[in-house]
């Protein structure tokens, strides 16, 4: 499956964005799906995962509260609402597709991965 985000963009501290993850070329039913980010200079981290039938969501510590996660199916896409940014928040941000049920923080359980989209948010 190949993965394509958008979205992203720069934004004032306390505003929002909504990032989105287009998939394409495989079931995207069958996958799993997770948002990760990397901010300059730090690895790549976990933030936001959403399984199959959209009842079991999970989010880092750090985002929790402010951001959402969700899909359509019907739309072979997967979001990723963001409020209340910080300027901590300021990252490329990934999608990843999981197909099967492997661990839903790890990046190496994820098989696919889209290229990134850059969210600045400014203090």
């Known amino acids: 499956v190949q993965l394509q985000a958008s979205g992203g963009g720069l934004v004032q501290a306390g505003g929002s964005l909504r990032l989105s993850c287009a998939a394409s070329?495989?079931?995207?039913?069958?996958?799993?799906m997770g948002w990760f980010r990397q901010a300059p200079g730090k690895e790549r981290e976990f933030v936001a995962f959403i399984n199959w039938s959209s009842v079991l969501t999970r989010y880092a510590e750090s985002v929790k509260g402010r951001f959402t996660i969700s899909r359509d199916n019907a739309k072979n896409a997967a979001y990723l609402q963001m409020n209340s940014l910080k300027p901590e928040d300021t990252a490329v941000y990934y999608c990843?597709?999981?197909?099967?049920?492997?661990?839903?923080?790890?990046?190496?359980?994820?098989?696919?991965w889209g290229q990134g989209t850059q969210v600045t948010v400014s203090s």
């Open positions: 990843a597709a999981q197909y099967g049920s492997g661990g839903w923080y790890e990046e190496s359980a994820y098989n696919y």
């Open positions: 070329g495989g079931t995207f039913s069958n996958y799993r």
